[in-house]
């Protein structure tokens, strides 16, 4: 397990030896992974190999039972949720929705929490700045998660966490939204992506982990996964026969061009 961080810089996150149980039952173990600024880190695994109870972890929404999660050098694995978002972790959740009947504005009004800026976020995302007065719950599910992804931003996070963005959208607005997650990477922050196209993800990262039941099976740069379908597979499932590539997901299945399909079959 590398202690350097990724690029070279001083991670933003740091986690060491992590451990967190759900219902007692082990999930993720002895975790250790840095996050640093100004690029993205992948996080790759199949289903239920534990990836969102990390973030949860890494956010605070469940307790871990062993380990330390540091953020700029502080460590928060004791602090609440509120705190450690106060401290600067973002988090896209895992199918997140918007407050339908709040307005795109008041959306973003209600999550800066007196910091941020809605007018970064219309920089990104046009399409928001005009529809501000409309309500969320008319937005396209591009739009819908474009405006997640807003509101993570405008509480002015040190990283930001994304979990799975592009359940159910079109393979366009996916390579849209992860396009902008590398624009925020270059622009500084700190990205930890969870994406189940694979792909997609690496070729926005700069620094890959795979877990597989809850522990780290892999610890790389992207470019040594790029393509590398068999590989991943094996880092997916500890074996070297793939036995299908999964399932193609019905929002892509029409699609002439469609994405790089999710290994292992996607969570829809
Ligand atoms: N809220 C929960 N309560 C109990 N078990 C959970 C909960 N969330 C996830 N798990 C279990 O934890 C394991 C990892 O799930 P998860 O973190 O969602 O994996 P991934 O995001 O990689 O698909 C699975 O076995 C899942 O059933
Ligand atoms: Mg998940």
């Known amino acids: 397990m ?3 961080s990724p690029a070279g810089t001083e991670p933003v ?3 060491r030896e992590v451990d967190i149980d759900r219902d007692e039952i082990p999930v993720v173990r002895g975790v250790s992974l840095d996050v640093a600024p100004g690029a993205v880190t992948v996080l790759l695994g199949a289903n239920g190999a534990g990836k969102t ?3 949860d972890g890494i956010a605070g929404l469940v307790r871990t039972t062993a380990g330390t999660i540091e953020l700029a050098g502080r460590p928060v694995q004791k602090l609440p949720v509120y705190k450690r978002a106060r401290a600067g972790v973002g988090y896209v959740e895992q199918a997140r929705t918007t407050f339908r009947t709040l307005t795109v504005e008041q959306n973003l009004l209600v999550a800066r929490a007196g910091a941020g800026d809605p ?4 920089r990104l995302f046009p399409e928001l700045a005009r529809r501000r007065t409309l309500q969320a719950g008319h937005l396209s599910g591009g739009e819908q998660q474009m405006l997640v992804l807003g509101r993570a931003l405008v509480t002015d996070p040190k990283v930001v966490l994304v979990d799975e963005m592009s359940l159910g959208l079109a393979p366009l607005i996916v390579r849209r939204l992860m396009r902008v997650v590398g624009e ?5 922050l700190a ?22 039941k809850g522990r780290i099976v892999h610890d790389g740069p992207c470019a040594d996964l790029r393509g590398r379908h068999e590989l991943l597979h094996e880092y997916y499932f500890g074996s ?3 036995d299908r590539a999964g399932p193609e997901p019905a929002d892509h299945a029409c699609d002439p061009h469609p994405l790089d399909t999710p290994i292992g079959g996607g969570t829809r």
């Not at 925020?184 to 500084?188: N, Q, T, V, Y």
Request: no cysteine.
């Open 184 to 188: 925020l990477a270059a622009a500084g």
């Open 119 to 122: 007018d970064q976020v219309y």
């Open 53 to 55: 109870t990390l973030m």
């Open 13 to 15: 996150l740091r986690l």
């Open 2 to 4: 590398s202690t350097e």
């Open 191 to 212: 990205v930890l992506l969870i994406e189940q196209f694979a792909n997609l993800a690496l070729d926005v990262g700069t620094h890959a982990y795979v877990l597989r």
């Open 240 to 242: 070297t026969t793939p």
